[in-house]
């Protein structure tokens, strides 16, 4: 015979955020992660958030209670995974975060140590095309010394023109460095 859950009384009180009838229930088992977000902003001050993720994580149950889900309440997700989203959204925090793929979303996770593969992939993509633009303006003025290093950051074997750029700076470098060498020379060992 399965155990019976006895339904928790606390959310029927009028006290309880979700039970408010601006609230859309199915949001607190939503799949889609506005919703979920919407559900959690809803908890995030709610006067029945501890005893109601208690009762939640007691009776094992799916979805969110007190503001949490389900791997949050049982301690297996250590909260540093953030699921990609489309548009704005509304972190437990309440805070507005920027949508998934652009700079100020990947900014704003950066900020909170949280991983998310999503904006990790359009940074990089954003830094390789940075890159890329940077290259062909060196190329452009017939190859420059950043421009060396830059293909070497694009793991790729430098071009002839960069290479031109990067043999002429540090001969620059050397014979300026020679020059020194000779002026000091000539203060300490004054020629006879
Ligand atoms: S913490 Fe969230 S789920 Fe629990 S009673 Fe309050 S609003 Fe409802
Ligand atoms: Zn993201
Ligand atoms: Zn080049």
Redesign the pocket.
């Known amino acids: 015979m399965p155990t019976l859950i006895p339904a928790p009384d606390?959310?029927t009180f009028a006290r309880?955020?979700?039970?408010q009838p601006d609230s859309n229930p199915e949001h607190?088992h939503s799949d889609d992660p506005k919703e979920l977000a919407t559900a959690i902003n809803?908890?995030h001050d709610?006067p029945?958030?501890a005893p109601?993720a208690t009762y939640a994580t007691t009776h094992n149950l799916t979805g969110?209670?007190?503001?949490l889900t389900r791997a949050q309440r049982n301690g297996t997700t250590d909260d540093t995974t953030v699921h990609p989203h489309d548009d704005d959204w509304i972190d437990d925090t309440g805070r507005t975060r920027r949508a998934c793929g652009t700079h100020g979303a990947y900014q704003q996770h950066r900020r909170r140590a949280e991983r998310c593969d999503r904006c990790e992939t359009a940074q990089a993509a954003r830094v390789r095309e940075g890159r890329l633009n940077l290259l062909a303006d060196a190329h452009a003025i017939g190859g420059t010394e950043q421009g060396y290093y830059t293909h070497r950051r694009l793991n790729e074997r430098p071009c002839d023109l960069c290479k031109g750029a990067m043999r002429r700076a540090s001969a620059e470098r050397k014979a300026q460095r020679d020059a020194e060498k000779n002026a000091t020379r000539a203060i300490y060992e004054p020629a006879a």
């Open positions: 606390f959310v309880a955020n979700c039970a607190w809803t908890c709610c029945l958030k109601c969110i209670w007190g503001g």
